[in-house]
């Protein structure tokens, strides 16, 4: 199950996602923080439908692969969205 909610209300504001998993390591639900794609976006990296997809497909692989698919905490999940975002060289349209 995919939740978006504005922004995280107890994690860092740069934070874009996050995913749960159940006590046996299988994912649960995960939720996509808009309020940061939107910001993104607003800074001409992509359009919102793009990131919001990236961000989405991220975190429902971290539910689809459980706790085998979760490297050491760090802001690993930002500078990839960044990354991919830089190395497409994405435009700026909306869907």
Do not use: K
């Not at 995280?8 to 996602?17: F, P, Q, V």
């Not at 919102?48 to 905490?73: D, N, R, Y």
């Not at 960044?82 to 497409?88: I, K, M, R, T």
């Amino acid at each position: 199950m995919l939740h978006i909610e504005h922004r995280a209300r107890t994690l860092e504001t740069d934070i874009y996602g996050v995913a749960f998993l159940g006590e046996d390591g299988s994912g649960v639900f995960c939720d996509v923080f808009y309020d940061p794609i939107a910001e993104l976006h607003r800074r001409g990296r992509a359009s919102e439908a793009t990131i919001l997809a990236i961000v989405a497909a991220h975190e429902l692989g971290h539910l689809l692969l459980g706790s085998h698919s979760f490297p050491a905490p760090d802001s690993e999940a930002a500078s990839a969205l960044y990354g991919f975002l830089d190395d497409n060289q994405l435009s700026n349209r909306s869907a």
